[in-house]
């Protein structure tokens, strides 16, 4: 008998496609499937569990000794990568190629914000205040910069090429420079790179690499008054050295999703900090419906994969906390 445990916040079709994924490989009366919301997960069932289809608190997982597969509902592996969270044989998976259109989307949107200054006439509207805040910037002719250029990263960068900025690349690893770039590079370009941009966005892990990374030494390399975005996670970008750079001008501004920490402290200096726009971590989670289609997608994928013996997509590497694997396109589920 075969655990299944899946914490995804599935609808009964999407209950229906993964027992009929799993049936394809494996009569159904020996699987059992456990849908639970995430709050009502407890360590027993973790325990008890061969395969794990979404996310269930880390510490839970070190006794899971039939465990073969955990496939998380986000991108970001850093809490589950850690030593003695994962058993030894078990395999782990991300949620990588769901996220790229709602969080892409939304990273546009603070861009547009910032550069139309549509936060001040917000706050002006507020203040009944008929005022004109002058001069505003143009995404066309702008240089952005995109750090991290996996799915996320790639399709801020289409978009953004679409409507006219020129657009650098940075990932972790080489590969063949897509059409929307005019300059695919590595990590080690970043400081001659930075200082070229209007745009900064950043989507990378969080891994040993990316902490403060961009502290005050990488931010004073910016181009002054460009805009800095950050999607990946709050580790990234230490909050004081943030606040600094807004206060002194040399950013002209900032839009940030993730925080050092979350929920962000109401003492924090990050609220009061100029021309900063912050969403509490949610330009992914479930907000748009394509996301949760697509990580049902992967989850059946990768199900399949697990109970016939073959290679799943979106494997996390335990050393550097990225996906070691991405299935071809043409594999997905239509």
Not at 14 to 33: P, W
Not at 86 to 108: D, R
Not at 158 to 170: D, E
Not at 210 to 235: P, Q
């Amino acid at each position: 008998m075969k655990e299944i445990l899946v914490v995804l916040p599935v609808e009964d079709r999407h209950k229906t496609y993964l027992e009929n994924a799993a049936a394809e490989i494996q009569d159904s009366e020996e699987m059992h499937f456990t849908y639970r919301a995430q709050k009502e997960v407890t360590q027993k069932m973790v325990e008890s569990a061969d395969i794990i289809l979404g996310n269930v608190p880390p510490g839970y997982l070190g006794k899971a000794l039939h465990l073969q597969l955990v496939q998380l509902g986000s991108a970001g592996a850093a809490e589950y990568i850690k030593p003695g969270i994962i058993p030894a044989g078990a395999k782990l998976a991300n949620a990588t190629g769901a996220y790229g259109l709602a969080i892409s989307e939304h990273m546009l949107g603070m861009v547009l914000m910032l550069m139309k200054k549509l936060n001040h006439y917000q706050n002006n509207m507020k203040a009944h205040d008929w005022k004109d805040e002058g001069q505003v910037k143009t995404i066309a002719g702008s240089v952005t910069l995109v750090v991290g250029m996996g799915d996320i990263g790639g399709e801020f960068a289409r978009k953004m090429n679409a409507l006219g900025s020129h657009v650098i690349g940075i990932r972790r690893n080489k590969a063949q420079k897509p059409d929307f770039l005019e300059g695919l590079y590595q990590m080690d370009a970043l400081d001659d790179l930075l200082g070229k941009a209007d745009i900064v966005a950043c989507s990378l892990p969080g891994t040993k690499e990316t902490e403060r990374m961009f502290n005050k030494e990488r931010l004073d390399k910016m181009k002054k008054g460009a805009i800095l975005l950050n999607v990946g996670r709050g580790s990234l970008i230490p909050t004081e050295d943030l606040c600094e750079a807004l206060k002194s001008g040399k950013l002209g501004g900032a839009a940030v999703d993730v925080t050092e920490t979350e929920p962000l402290p109401a003492n924090s200096p990050l609220w009061d900090a100029p021309n900063l726009l912050i969403t509490p971590h949610v330009s992914g989670n479930y907000h748009a419906a394509q996301i949760l289609e697509t990580i049902v997608e992967i989850a059946a994928y990768n199900l399949r994969q697990v109970l016939s013996g073959g290679n799943i997509k979106n494997e996390v590497d335990f050393q550097t906390g990225y996906r070691r694997f991405c299935e071809p396109a043409e594999n997905r589920r239509k």
